[in-house]
């Protein structure tokens, strides 16, 4: 019993050290995000007062109403969700035939084929700018959506492509065979039965699009010129880009609600995102 | 086979080959073609070819200011990745320990949220919401403790220091999350007979956990080295947007290139400089590819 006393006593300051570190770490994590809500909902001043308070002075939601309102906000968010589900459809009906031929049928310059769109990859999109403004340029696409949407599509064609190709090939041929006998042409076993056997892959490639495009900056203020073509990104950035005293609680509240969303949606396919993340680069 | 069945497989691959032709490669064809210009806002239509004194320029003057940036970026990626790893390492191992419980899942799911949010947002909330030095929590920190304030992205060394908080904020949720999965993947028989034997936690640590957990986790780092070297956005957003320069003049590869064909409408050296790091990352790529495959097999 004397023995154990200050064992137990040892355990019990390491596990208060343990949690006061952790809660600290979470807190680091934290600050900007409940920083932003605590300055969205903080009346007029709140920004440039010296104190620093855990609750919002004055609780209002006037910085959300003038966003929804006298701010463009609901524009932006609705080019974005355009912009989301059209580059989806685009990669989508461009990559899953291609990622169907790769991984079913073994043809002439197929393996060569897939490792140089890794090569590819490794030219950063940032450098790209210029050449493809040029491109949007000559073929009258600069400020509008589809431009960016083929844009969109193109940079993500390679891991759309190897990320469905890996799991059509972990479907069997089995069961393609048998409808084959039954007379299905390729598009219709594609679509009616290796597509809903896809579906994981499918999901998380298109929820993986919606993230790049949801979080796309650079692109979307340099092709799109006009306020009412921005996204939610070009929109934010110049909320940022204004006179900060009277923007910095709207931006804030635009922060806020353009997040949102997504954090909800990662934290439902968290789990696919490690493994979605690193399987293209290593395998075959 | 016949004909048709040949072309097959093209008639499907066609429509991506042809996203990828105007998205991926030609810019890529165009962008080389550009370096062997002298394009700039003077020759700007009348641009002529000029071979390889662009690359001549970039690599051997030093007032070209590229090895300059490539020094930094080296740096910035390597001391990146040493405290990820390291950082990210403790972190995951104190959430994996006994003493936590179940509380661990709930720090970790907090700990996840830096990931989650838009990197855009997360880079202009630091800088308006953390750095400015009227609006930033650490200055009215700072002034609460009667300090004075700090303008944390003044100049070089201090910006350098900001992007580096910063990113580490923005990364270390995926390198704990993956080495939090790693870890749980460790038989823990291999600790239990390791105490047993009379091994402490660094021992445990250092010939079991390590060991055990590097396979796993070496993918991950490999690419999030790549990544760490291609930053632009922090770099960027921080200190170099339009009208919004902040005195420090850092540049990492990727915003040098971007500043010289933008800001000094430089395209010929730009071009250069792209290629230059396309070919540098290629070379990278399989060097690292080879020897994750060598220590896999």
């Known amino acids: 019993m004397k023995k154990a006393t200050p064992k137990k006593a040892k355990t019990a300051v390491k596990k208060i050290a343990f949690h006061m570190i952790y809660i600290l770490l979470c807190f680091i994590a934290l600050v900007p995000i409940l920083y932003a809500l605590n300055i969205s909902f903080s009346g007029k001043g709140a920004a440039l007062s010296g104190s620093l308070s855990i609750l919002p002075q004055n609780p209002t939601i006037e910085h959300y109403r003038t966003l929804l309102i006298d701010e463009p906000f609901l524009i932006w968010l609705k080019n974005s969700l355009l912009l989301s589900a059209g580059t989806i459809a685009v990669a989508m009906v461009c990559t899953i035939p291609a990622a169907y031929a790769a991984s079913r049928w073994r043809f002439k310059g197929r393996r060569a084929l897939l490792q140089s769109l890794l090569v590819l990859n490794a030219f950063p999109q940032v450098l790209s700018l210029f050449a493809l403004f040029r491109v949007l340029k000559i073929t009258g696409l600069l400020n509008s959506h589809m431009g960016l949407i083929v844009i969109y599509a193109g940079s993500m064609c390679v891991f759309a492509i190897w990320n469905m190709k890996g799991y059509f090939d972990t479907i069997p041929r089995e069961i393609e065979e048998a409808a084959k006998i039954d007379g299905a042409n390729d598009g219709q076993i594609i679509w009616k039965i290796v597509m809903p056997l896809a579906r994981p892959a499918t999901i998380v490639t298109c929820v993986m699009v919606l993230i790049t495009v949801w979080n796309e900056y650079l692109f979307s203020t340099t092709f799109l010129l006009d306020s009412s073509t921005y996204s939610l990104a070009g929109g934010l950035y110049q909320l940022q880009s204004n006179d900060y005293s009277r923007s910095w609680p709207i931006f804030s509240a635009a922060s806020i609600l353009t997040s949102i969303p997504l954090v909800l949606i990662f934290f439902k396919i968290q789990k696919y995102m490690v493994s979605g993340l690193t399987a293209g680069g290593v395998k075959e | ?297």
Request: hydrophobic share 50%.
């Open chain 2, 1 to 297: 086979m016949t004909r048709k069945q040949k072309l097959k497989p093209w008639l499907y691959i066609t429509p991506a080959l042809l996203l990828i032709l105007i998205v991926l490669i030609f810019p890529i064809v165009y962008t080389g073609y550009i370096s062997m210009t002298n394009m700039n806002m003077y020759h700007w239509n009348d641009y002529d070819f000029i071979g390889f004194s662009n690359y001549i320029r970039a690599l051997f003057k030093f007032d070209s200011g590229f090895i300059e940036a490539l020094l930094t970026t080296l740096l910035w990626t390597v001391i990146n990745m040493f405290l990820q790893i390291s950082i990210g390492f403790f972190i995951a191992v104190g959430l994996n320990s006994t003493v936590l419980k179940k509380a661990g899942r709930i720090y970790k799911t907090l700990l996840m949220l830096p990931w989650a949010m838009p990197a855009y947002i997360s880079i202009l909330l630091w800088r308006v919401g953390m750095f400015n030095t009227e609006f930033g929590v650490l200055n009215k920190f700072l002034t609460l403790l009667g300090l004075d304030k700090i303008d944390f992205l003044r100049n070089n060394g201090i910006a350098f220091c900001s992007c580096l908080a910063l990113n580490l904020w923005m990364a270390l949720p995926f390198m704990i999350s993956t080495i939090d999965g790693a870890l749980q993947s460790v038989d823990s028989s291999l600790y239990e007979s390791a105490t047993l034997d009379g091994a402490g936690f660094w021992v445990s640590i250092r010939y079991i956990t390590i060991p055990a957990i590097k396979p796993i986790i070496a993918p991950a780092a490999v690419m999030t080295t790549f990544i760490t070297f291609k930053q632009f956005d922090i770099v960027y957003l921080l200190t170099q947007q339009r009208g919004y320069m902040t005195g420090a003049n850092l540049n990492t590869v990727i915003t040098y290139a971007h500043q010289n064909a933008f800001v000094s409408n430089n395209y010929g050296l730009s071009s250069a400089v792209s290629m230059l790091l396309f070919v540098i990352i290629i070379l990278f790529s399989f060097i690292t590819n080879r020897s994750l495959r060598e220590e896999q097999a």
